[in-house]
C-alpha cells in the first residue's frame, strides 16, 4: 500500500484547519514536524500547540518528534488522532524503551534516522519498530533537495523487513519528495512518502498529492 502524507511545515501555521483541509480528499496522513531549536536549528510547535492540531485535524496525524532527550517527552505530545509517532534514533538514550512506551501509548511507532547514521541502527530494534523513517535530507528546514544517494540505505531497510516477514511496518522516505523524486524511492522500497513543499507550494495541493500517488503506483 502507498501512503502519502503531506508535512504541513511547508503550508500556512495561521490557517492549519484550512491547509489540512485542502489535501483532505486524497492524503492518506498529516505529517506533522516538531521541532524544539536544540535537536534542529529550527522550532515549529511546543506540546500544547503539537496536541491541539493532532485533535482538530480532519485526518490522522504522523507526528515527527525532532526533539532533545525525547525518550522523556514522548507522551506530551500525544493525543488520540495520532496514529503514529516518531522519534530520531541518534536523540534517544534507550531507543528500544522508547519505541516500547510509543507503541504503549496506542501508536505505530517510528524511527527516524538521519542521512549519516547507517542503516545498521535499526536491525536489532525492528521488534519493536512500526515503521522505519529514512531521513532524505538533514532534518530541521522544508525545502531541501533529495539526497538520491541514500536510496541504497533504504533497499537495505527494505531487505530487513522482507527476511523478518515483518510486511506490516512501513518504510518512510522524508526530504525532497517530489514528482521528480517519488519514483526513484519508491523502487528503492519505500511505500510512505512525505512530501511538504512539492505539495503546499503547488497549485492544488490535494492534486499534488493524487499526482505523487499515481507515481508511486504505477512506477
Known sequence: MIRICPSILNANFD??????????????????????????PNFTFSPERTRQIIDFSSLPIDV????AEVDKKVGQYCSDNAVSITVHYEA????????????????RSGLAIKPDTPIEVVEELLPEIDMIVVMTVEP???????????????????????????????????????????????????????????????????????????????C
Open 64 to 67: 515527527h518528534l525532532m526533539v
Open 15 to 40: 490557517d492549519l484547519p484550512g491547509e489540512i483541509e485542502k489535501v483532505a480528499a486524497t492524503a492518506d496522513l498529516i505529517h506533522l514536524d516538531v521541532m524544539d531549536n536544540i535537536f534542529v
Open 140 to 218: 530541521g528546514f522544508g525545502g531541501q533537495s533529495f539526497m538520491a544517494s541514500l536510496m541504497p540505505k533504504v533497499e537495505k531497510a527494505r531487505r530487513y523487513l522482507e527476511q523478518s516477514n515483518l510486511d506490516d511496518v512501513w518504510l518512510q522516505i522524508d526530504g525532497g519528495i517530489s514528482l521528480s523524486t517519488i519514483e526513484i524511492a519508491r523502487r528503492a522500497g519505500a511505500d510512505t512518502f512525505v512530501a511538504g513543499s512539492a505539495v503546499y507550494k503547488s497549485d492544488n495541493p490535494g492534486d499534488m498529492v493524487e499526482q505523487l500517488r499515481l507515481l508511486a503506483i504505477n
Open 92 to 107: 534517544c538514550e534507550d531507543p528500544l524503551q522508547t519505541l516500547k512506551e510509543i507503541r504503549g501509548l496506542g501508536k
